[in-house]
């Protein structure tokens, strides 16, 4: 699960992302590491790099960089993506 306070933003504004899920497989149950954050569209901008925590949750404010264009992207953590416009 991929969660995000807010579905747009401004170039340069910060918003809070979280989510849960983020183990590995069955067998050992481990969270997974160095998951990308990622807003894809046209192009692809890597937002930051996430462990989450031994119950596989995340946490963490991003800031959109500024030079992000205008326009529709998906926001991407592992194979979980959500809907993400950039105003």
């Known amino acids: 699960m991929l969660n995000i306070n807010h579905h747009f933003a401004k170039p340069g504004q910060e ?3 979280s989510g849960s899920g983020y ?3 069955c067998t050992s149950g481990a969270p997974l590491t160095d998951l990308e954050l990622t807003l894809k569209g046209y192009d692809k901008y890597t937002l930051a790099t996430v462990q989450p925590d031994a119950q596989g949750e995340i946490n963490l ?3 959109i960089p500024k ?3 205008i326009g529709n992207y998906d926001m991407r953590l592992s194979d979980v993506k959500v809907k993400f ?3």
């Open 67 to 69: 030079d992000v264009k």
């Open 61 to 63: 404010t991003v800031k």
């Open 15 to 17: 918003i809070v992302v």
């Open 23 to 25: 183990l590995e497989g």
């Open 85 to 87: 416009e950039v105003r």
